[in-house]
Each structure stands twice: as structure tokens, then as C-alpha cells.
């Protein structure tokens, strides 16, 4: 099977080759998956829908390292960043009343890996987490915009959205990467991962029962949406992978393991802007490698 030069460039950079960016921006563009990421989505950018769209291409775009060199993409990152910046986080249509947990935390992560020069907008986004993200339960959250409590079934109820507890802690931690942060980062952090850790990893915490059926998919890059991968590689940065809580998450990654050694995609969301790095049933070399890489200390492959 054939590698796409993007995730040529991503294994040699987790390696810790030493690239530099014209050789970075050459394997760039020969890369079909990049020419693709880069054609503009079809709904405009003064739209809910047509920025939530470059959103999720920026999203898709900061999985591929030197890929925030590129012009086009740098335009995207200013254009989202100042489009959804509303003082107090980021909400999709610059409004207070618009801002989602998953949004905020999602918009302040693509900035961080995408390395946004404007501090100042980040770390509104990483503020919001510390003063509003609730990550336990029972807790009344402060915040006053509208729709945090009533778009897409409500993100803080008495019970906060689970996506949105993961989404924030790993923007807690992509910043943790870059910048030195304040001891509330490393509270805020702490116990949002440990909120995880009792859920074991995608367990409702009142049955073995997963969260939602799709925490259990794969699927990669992702979304507003998390899964077991996703969640198990934001625990495996904080040094949390030995945690017994891990192991029925990894078990499931093996279960997946096709008879061919290779993993698949399950599923693919937003049809609509999104680029599939892989083809959805067919054995996939992006799932595969983040899968290995992840679980390589903890199963024999």
C-alpha cells in the first residue's frame, strides 16, 4: 500500500527527524490528501454552517505537521480566529449567546497546534475551560450564553457533555505543550482527566455500557465527536496509559485489529466539508499508524 507523502512527513516528524520546512512544504504538495484539505468549502465563511466547515478542515489540517507554513492555511486559521473570537472563548457565529463547550475548546486547540501568534485569543479560549467547563457532576455552570444549555440537547446539564470535558482537556493540554500555564491548569486538568478515568475511558458510569454507540467506532481524524482512540491518546500524553481504567479501551482496539494486521475506519462525519484520510471499510494506513503507535507499549502487535 502506497503512502500519501502527509503521512510520510507525520511518521518521520513523530520520529523526531530532523525536517526542515522547505523539505517539510515539498512533501506537502505531493501529497494528494493535502490538495484536497485545501479546497475551499463550498458554503462561505459569513455562514454558521460554511465556518464551522473550515473548522473542520483546520481541524483535519493540524494532524499533519508544517501544514500551518502554508499560505492558504495560515489565511484560514486568521479568518476562524477572528471570525468565532468573542473576548471570553470562541463561539462559531462571534456571538456570546453562540458559544459551544466543543466549539471553544476545539477552535483554541486548532490555534495552539497551528501556532497562532495572538496569545491573547488562546488563552480567552483556555479561560473559559478554567471559569466554565464544568468536569463533574451536579455542578451549576456560570455561564450565561443561551446556548450552551439548549443547541444540540444542551452541554451543561446537571450532567455536562462528556465530548466537551474531553475537547477541553486536550486543549488543557496542547497548551501545557507550548506555554508554561498556571497551577489551575494543572487542577483543571487533573480532574477533568480523572472524570475520564471513572468513566473508564467511554463507560457511562451506571452500566459497562458505552457513553454513545460511536465512542466505540473508529474513525480519525475527529470531530465534535471523540472515541476510545481519541481518548486513550490524550491519556497516554498525561501519562496515564498504566491506569487499570485503560485496559477495556484498549481491548477494544485490539478486538478491531482486521485479519490482514491493518485497522479501518468505521464511520465518517460531516459528509459535507470533511476529507476522509482513509477509505471507511477498507484497511487504513492514518487509523492504523495512530492506533499502533498508540497502544504499542501496552499490546503485542
Known amino acids: 500500500m502506497i503512502k500519501d507523502s502527509a503521512l ?18 515539498k512533501m506537502l504538495g505531493q501529497s494528494e490528501l493535502i490538495n484536497k484539505l485545501l479546497t475551499p468549502p463550498e458554503r462561505p465563511s459569513t455562514t454558521f454552517v460554511g465556518l464551522r466547515a473550515y473548522m473542520w478542515r483546520l481541524l483535519e489540517l493540524s494532524e499533519i505537521p508544517f501544514s500551518n507554513t502554508l499560505d492558504e492555511v495560515q489565511k484560514w486559521v486568521e479568518l476562524l480566529a477572528n471570525k468565532s473570537y ?6 462559531l457565529e462571534g456571538k456570546r449567546d ?32 478554567f471559569d466554565y467547563q464544568a468536569v463533574e457532576r451536579g455542578k451549576k455552570p456560570k455561564w450565561t450564553g443561551k446556548d450552551l444549555y439548549t443547541r444540540f440537547g444542551g452541554c451543561m446539564k446537571s450532567v455536562p457533555c462528556y465530548y466537551g470535558i474531553v475537547k477541553s482537556m486536550i486543549a488543557l ?32 458510569l451506571s452500566s459497562d455500557k458505552p457513553i454513545e454507540d460511536s465512542i466505540i467506532l473508529n474513525f480519525y481524524p475527529y470531530t465534535y465527536k471523540s472515541n476510545v482512540g481519541e481518548i486513550l491518546t490524550l491519556l497516554k500524553v498525561n501519562g496515564l496509559m ?9 481491548k477494544i482496539l485490539k478486538k478491531k485489529q482486521r485479519a490482514d494486521g491493518y485497522w ?32 504499542e507499549e501496552k499490546i503485542a502487535l
Open 98 to 129: 453562540n458559544l459551544l463547550a466543543c466549539h471553544n475548546a476545539l477552535i483554541t486547540t486548532i490555534l495552539i497546534k497551528m501556532e497562532y501568534d495572538d496569545k491573547e485569543k488562546i488563552d480567552a479560549g483556555i479561560n473559559w475551560i
Open 173 to 204: 493540554t496542547e497548551y501545557k505543550k507550548r506555554y508554561e500555564g498556571p497551577k489551575k491548569l494543572e487542577d483543571t486538568l487533573k480532574q477533568g482527566l480523572e472524570y475520564i478515568l471513572k468513566h473508564n475511558v467511554y463507560k457511562k
Open 242 to 250: 498504566g491506569d487499570e481504567r485503560c485496559n477495556d479501551a484498549l
Open 8 to 25: 510520510r512527513l507525520k511518521m518521520n516528524y513523530d520520529k523526531g527527524d530532523n525536517i526542515t520546512i522547505k523539505e517539510a512544504q
Open 86 to 91: 468573542i473576548e471570553e472563548g470562541f463561539a
Open 264 to 295: 479501518q475506519v468505521d464511520t465518517s462525519y460531516m459528509k459535507s466539508a470533511w476529507i476522509d484520510f482513509d477509505i471507511p471499510k477498507k484497511p487504513g494506513l492514518w487509523i492504523s499508524y495512530v492506533i499502533r503507535k498508540l497502544v
